[in-house]
C-alpha cells in the first residue's frame, strides 16, 4: 500500500520559519522524484520544488527560491520542506507527491497526501 502524510503545517507571522515533513511508506518512496506543491483558496495546484530519489538534483519554483530548501532522508522515508522568510502569500495547503519524471505541473505526479495548512499572518 502506497501512503504519503505531511506534517508540521501551521498558523505563524511573515518572517517566520516552518518545517514541512512528507512520510512515504510501501513504494512510495521508490519514485524517481519527490515533490511538494501548494493550492490556495481558490487557486489552482502550483508547483514548489521536487527533488530527486539520489538527493542530487533539486528545482524550486521562482516564488520559493533562496527561502525554501528540500532535502529527502531515504533510510527514514522522509521528504522535507524548510520554509524561511515566510510572506502571506505562502499561504496554501501544501501537498507532497512521488513522480517518475523532473516535471513541474502535477499531472506527472501520481501518489498524493492529504494536504497541511500553512497560514503566514501579515
Known amino acids: 500500500q502506497v501512503q504519503l502524510v505531511e506534517s508540521g503545517g501551521g498558523l505563524v507571522q511573515a518572517g517566520d520559519s516552518l518545517r514541512l515533513s512528507c512520510a512515504a511508506s510501501?513504494?512510495?518512496?521508490?519514485?524517481?522524484?519527490i515533490a511538494w506543491f501548494r493550492q490556495a483558496t481558490g487557486k489552482e495546484r502550483e508547483f514548489v520544488a521536487y527533488i530527486r530519489r539520489s538527493g542530487d538534483s533539486t528545482y524550486y519554483a521562482n516564488s520559493v527560491e533562496g527561502r525554501f530548501t528540500i532535502s529527502r532522508d531515504n533510510a527514514k522515508n522522509t521528504v522535507d520542506l524548510q520554509m524561511n522568510s515566510l510572506k502571506p502569500e505562502d499561504t496554501a495547503v501544501y501537498y507532497c507527491a512521488t513522480g517518475n519524471s523532473a516535471y513541474t505541473s502535477p499531472l506527472w505526479y501520481h501518489n498524493w497526501g492529504q494536504g497541511t495548512q500553512v497560514t503566514v499572518s501579515s
Open positions: 510501501g513504494r512510495s518512496f521508490n519514485s524517481n522524484y
